[in-house]
């Protein structure tokens, strides 16, 4: 995808180091940082200079990759496998993608590691492209859909970042929004803030900007009363987790706006690749939900009048904050999972059908 009107990805490997764009910096700095060992790895995965659930499995193969270029060590590498999995434990693809690499990995002889394991980080990334590409074609039939009907601008609302930049290339959420917008269909998109670390606001309206697609940023209060409107068409959201009887843990509001969705029947659909299915935790309480660094509520980071980023405290010195990251939203709340492979009910047997797992 694009900024600036040059495509880029989010990660790419180039003289044994690790190219990410620093997502902490946007939208106001666009930069490319350096990755050069797991340590750098871990520390991108943990203060989000990469998030999005795929992204971050791509991030920690990679840093296994730079675990080997640092040292060829079996043992090493498997400390290296553990630190990566417990840097954000919510988002299931980082362990998906650290289990992967390891299993190709383990035991492998030290002069061939480091090829096997570069390809098969490359492997992931190329396989996450195309998954998401083929979640945009098939969630492209839905917003065709709304359009024949409606024969005017669909509205679509979001919620975090689920774009290309939480992905390889293409996005989730954002996927089926990007192929209609270039198969000409008319579409706006209703960006949710989503405090507090504001990713619809930083990372969402900045890249559909970049791609030109019309979009309107609200605060995360606001898509209740669009939908009473009648302003919303349907809702289109990203996925950290989703568990095989259907639950999805996201970005915490995204329960509520399903609420909303429900309670003024607009559709609401969750758009996800395969590696984000859990399919070992049945009940979502079982689901580890991080509670991040309270600073993040009570912090914001802006641009000066002199264009320098400055942080300001914007609460009471004296209050606390709790910053819980994820919610769940019950399958029975969500329209349909956008999969690779198809649209399918959020449940077991839906899962199951598209998945034969």
């Known amino acids: 995808m694009k900024i600036e009107g040059k495509e880029h990805r989010t990660i790419w490997f180039e003289n044994n180091i690790v190219k990410i764009i620093d997502q902490t910096k946007l939208p106001h700095q666009f930069i490319i940082k350096d990755l050069k060992t797991v340590k750098d790895a871990i520390n991108a995965i943990k203060t989000m200079e990469v998030r999005g659930a795929p992204l971050i499995g791509a991030t920690a193969a990679y840093g296994l990759v730079l675990a080997i270029i640092e040292n060829n060590d079996q043992s090493f ?3 290296s496998s553990e630190d990566l999995i417990n840097s954000r434990p919510t988002a299931i693809n980082l362990k998906w993608a650290v289990d992967r690499m390891m299993k190709k990995l383990s035991g492998v002889n030290s002069d061939k590691i480091l090829t096997i394991a570069i390809d098969e980080a490359k492997e992931i990334c190329e396989e996450d492209i195309k998954f998401c590409e083929n979640i945009g074609l098939n969630g492209l039939k839905i917003i065709e859909e709304i359009y024949n009907k409606k024969k005017n601008t669909v509205n679509i609302l979001t919620h975090c970042n689920a774009g290309w930049l939480a992905t390889i290339n293409w996005g989730t959420a954002t996927s089926p929004i990007y192929h209609a917008h270039k198969k000409g269909i008319p579409v706006h998109v209703w960006v949710d803030e989503t405090r507090p670390r504001n990713q619809g606001a930083n990372l969402t309206s ?4 970049e791609e030109e697609v019309p979009n309107t940023i609200i605060t995360d209060n606001t898509g209740g009363i669009l939908m009473q409107r009648g302003e919303v068409d349907m809702c289109v959201v990203g996925t950290d987790r989703t568990l095989s009887t ?29 590696s984000t299915i859990d399919w070992e935790t049945k009940d979502f309480k079982d689901i580890p939900i991080e509670e991040r660094n309270s600073e993040e509520l009570s912090h914001l980071d802006g641009l000066d009048a ?11 010195k004296k209050s606390k904050a709790m910053n819980l990251a994820f919610d769940v939203t019950p399958a029975k709340y969500i329209t349909g999972l956008i999969t690779e492979k198809g649209i399918c009910e959020a449940s077991s047997e839906g899962l199951k059908r598209l998945f034969k797992y």
Request: with cysteine.
């Open 246 to 274: 259907g639950d999805v843990c996201n970005k915490i509001g995204t329960y509520l706006k399903a609420l909303a969705a429900h309670d003024n029947n607009v559709p609401f659909y969750v758009a996800l690749p395969s």
């Open 77 to 79: 590498l498997k400390k």
């Open 306 to 316: 002199n264009g320098n980023i400055k942080k300001i405290l914007i609460y009471p």
């Open 206 to 209: 900045y890249e559909l900007n």
